[in-house]
Nanobody, 120 residues
Framework: QVQVVESGGGLVQAGGSLRLSCVVS????????MDWYRQAPGKQRELVAR???????NYADSVKGRFTISGDNAKNTVYLQMNSLKPEDTAVYYC??????????????WGQGTQVTVSS
């Protein structure tokens, strides 16, 4: 059993900052990559940022220069530092973990999501 748990969401004024955390626990051999997605009301879920086990990162154009993804491999934890927040960043933020569970098998696991609301 693998669990993915996000935390750190909340309400912040435009221009403010929040830091999201995501912890993966359970029966895993290793984590290949971890992603942050978000879904705003009435919109499709979109990829915000990704970090691989080797430390490579990718960002959506809409958050480049404002958001930073980082990871702690020893703690199976990934962070999303969000600065200069805008009302359009309001969404439920989800963590996704691409996990190697053994025997060459990889699975995607999702967290339950954490709400981020940015007021204007």
């Amino acid at each position: 059993q693998v669990q993915v748990v996000e935390s750190g969401g909340g309400l912040v004024q435009a221009g403010g900052s929040l830091r999201l955390s995501c912890v993966v626990s359970g029966s895993i051999f290793s984590i290949n990559a971890m992603d942050w997605y978000r879904q705003a009301p009435g919109k499709q879920r979109e990829l915000v940022a990704r970090i691989t086990s080797g430390g490579s990162t990718n960002y959506a154009d809409s958050v480049k220069g404002r958001f930073t993804i980082s990871g702690d491999n020893a703690k199976n934890t990934v962070y999303l530092q969000m600065n200069s927040l805008k009302p359009e960043d309001t969404a439920v933020y989800y963590c996704n973990a691409d996990v190697h569970v053994g025997w060459g098998t990889n699975y995607d696991y999702w967290g339950q999501g954490t709400q981020v609301t940015v007021s204007s």
